[in-house]
């Protein structure tokens, strides 16, 4: 998800390391020639793939592309990226699709995806960063809808 440029990518089967640096090489990465700075601002939680010892070599390297920056471990629901799996689960909800086959629910995931993710959804959702952590703050640290 990104302020440039937001495309989903699917992944067969489980993400890995080599899964992970692969999607960043060809899906972020090339973004950075679309900044001022020349480089990415990447947000990552602490999924474990997203700290592997191959993934701390993979941002090494890539070190004058990306600026990293951790998410606070107990934060996970406010992330901007798992208020938009929500918007996207409820709008597939919404429309009561059967699906019968893997591939059909990636046309559905693919479809929702382009109607909910525009420009205007992303920067709502980075400026609502604050607001959800008041709403942390005032539930004493428990999750927030």
């Not at 920056?69 to 059967?98: A, H, R, S, T, Y």
């Not at 909910?116 to 008041?134: G, Q, R, W, Y």
Request: net charge negative; charged share 25%.
């Amino acid at each position: 998800m990104s302020t440039i440029n937001s495309t989903i990518s699917r992944v067969d089967g489980r993400l890995n390391s080599a899964k992970y640096s692969n999607l960043l090489e060809n899906h972020v990465l090339p973004l950075r020639e679309q900044t001022s700075s020349n480089m990415i601002q990447y947000v990552h939680d602490w999924f474990p793939v997203h700290h592997s010892a191959a993934m701390k070599k993979f941002y090494s390297e890539n070190r004058n592309d990306l600026i990293l920056l951790d998410w606070p471990w107990c934060f996970g629901d406010i992330m901007p990226v798992e208020w938009l799996w929500k918007v996207m689960i409820n709008e597939l909800n919404e429309k009561q699709i059967k699906v019968f086959s893997e591939q059909r629910l990636w046309e559905e995931i693919f479809k929702v995806w382009q109607k909910v993710c525009t420009k205007d959804f992303v920067f709502s959702l980075l400026n609502n960063i604050t607001v959800n952590l008041e709403r942390v703050v005032k539930n004493q640290g428990d999750y927030v809808d």
